[in-house]
């Protein structure tokens, strides 16, 4: 872990004395430009110097469950292979190509092959390829409020205009505003980059909101690029809803997965992009140019977790959930909202008189709770709100600590 004494946190900008006491003048470029940095590498910084055993850690998007038996047991195996010690093929393994697009074409009804896969380093850097091979520079993406800043990040190293479309906030959950969605299409749209569960929120699309982004996306001439990374990571009964299975939208849909999340295989780094036969060459390209590949010591792994029966998911799943009801007891009566998905949930720290930073620093300074705030993550649901990931502490770590943070925050 970097000292964060000497490196200041991602995104800030180097002070008047330049990098290591050059004095530079630097014009920085255009597409830096509304670029923030994440907040997750400090308050992990913050945490991992405080040394206690007993810092509560929901601040970053991890878990602590473990990968799949048999990717622990194929990885060690590929290690001391020379055919997995390679970077060829330069789209990925033919085995783990033709299992993304197996599980793929199972979640969205589309007969995809492995001629429709390229594997990246990570789903982000799948996103990242998508837009560098999609977007002009001026081109708009639509997004949601609120959103991963890694992606608003992206969309801009790309050169694209991120446009938010608020997802509402109410006891039962988030919802879509629709009626902006089609407000926030227009004829500079290029792409839509959507995410269900969203992350931060854990808002869950339904059936009518992807039809109203095939709407939406069919009235702009369009792309719709899927965020997949907690597709199947889903609460209460919900039940996985691919968008190309919604009618206009198979041939709009650009499918980037990972295997960091539902397979807990965060350290392998391995994604998949899965398109359109006629946007592969361009994405191949841009792929090849950027990071190419994750190791081959990683792929075949992916591909026997990705071939394993849905009982694996649906185990880490139930656990999760398990993690988000604690929590939810916990913070029972305070504005926070219940995602229906996914790994964190959000606290409207407005509404207690406070911004998501502040609040932060009274959690960890006065209660041992490192979570972190929202600044950079949205418009109207950013600077005022505090996110808390609860993937990664089991439940009786989680029980017992509303207490703690309704003191820490001067709340009953």
Same mark, same amino acid.
């Given at each position: 872990?970097?000292?964060?004494? /000497?490196?200041?946190? /991602? ?17 920085? =470029? ?17 945490? $991992? ?24 047991? /194929?990885?060690? *195996? ?7 010690? #390679? ?32 594997? +990246?380093?990570?789903?982000? +850097?799948?996103?990242?390829?998508? &837009? ?33 479309? =608020? &997802? ?5 959950? @988030?919802?879509?505003?629709? $009626? ?22 854990? %808002? ?16 702009? $001439? ?10 199947? /990571? ?16 198979? *041939? ?7 295997? +960091? ?6 350290? @392998? ?19 090849? #140019? ?29 656990? @999760? ?35 998501? %930073?502040?609040? +932060? ?23 005022? @709100? ?9 439940? $009786? ?16």
């Amino acid at each position: 872990m970097a000292d964060s004494r /000497i490196f200041p946190e /991602i995104g800030e900008r180097a002070g008047p004395d330049g990098v290591f006491g050059m004095t530079l003048e630097m014009k920085r =470029p255009a597409r830096l430009d509304g670029m923030a940095g994440i907040g997750v590498d400090r308050m992990g910084a913050l945490a $991992d110097a405080a040394g206690k055993r007993d810092i509560l850690r929901f601040e970053n998007l991890d878990t602590d469950l473990p990968p799949p038996e048999v990717a622990m047991r /194929i990885t060690g *195996e590929a290690a001391r292979s020379d055919e997995d010690n #390679s970077y060829l093929p330069f789209v990925g393994q033919v085995e783990l190509r033709r299992a993304v697009a197996r599980h793929v074409g199972a979640l969205a009804g589309v007969a995809y092959d492995e001629n429709q896969v390229l594997i +990246s380093a990570g789903g982000l +850097s799948g996103i990242l390829n998508v &837009l560098l091979a999609l977007v002009e520079t001026g081109d708009e993406v639509v997004l949601t409020d609120p959103t991963y800043s890694g992606l608003l990040n992206r969309v801009r190293l790309a050169g694209g205009v991120p446009r938010l479309v =608020p &997802l509402l906030p109410s006891p039962a959950g @988030w919802t879509l505003d629709r $009626d902006a969605l089609h407000k926030a299409v227009g004829k500079r749209t290029r792409l839509l980059l959507l995410m269900s569960p969203a992350m931060p929120s854990g %808002a869950v699309l339904e059936r009518a909101d992807w039809e109203a982004v095939a709407e939406a996306a069919a009235a702009a $001439d369009a792309l719709l690029l899927y965020d997949a990374a907690m597709e199947r /990571i889903l609460y209460d009964g919900r039940a996985p809803l691919h968008p190309a299975s919604v009618d206009g939208l198979a *041939e709009r849909t650009i499918t980037v997965g990972a295997a +960091s999340k539902e397979l807990r295989m965060i350290g @392998w780094r391995v994604g998949w992009i899965v398109a359109p036969q006629a946007l592969i060459p361009d994405l191949a390209l841009v792929n090849l #140019s950027n990071v190419v590949v994750p190791v081959g010591i990683a792929q075949r792994a992916a591909a026997a977790a990705l071939r394993l029966p849905a009982d694996d998911v649906r185990s880490a799943v139930a656990e @999760w959930e398990r993690r988000r009801d604690a929590l939810l007891a916990e913070l029972a009566g305070l504005p926070v909202v219940k995602p229906a998905g996914g790994w964190s949930m959000l606290l409207h720290t407005a509404a207690l008189g406070c911004s998501g %930073a502040e609040a +932060s620093k009274r959690l960890f300074e006065n209660a041992g709770v490192a979570a972190t705030p929202m600044d950079g993550w949205g418009e109207r649901h950013g600077a005022g @709100w505090l996110r808390f990931v609860f993937a990664n502490e089991p439940v $009786d770590r989680i029980r017992g600590c509303g207490a703690r943070i309704r003191a820490a925050l001067g709340v009953k």
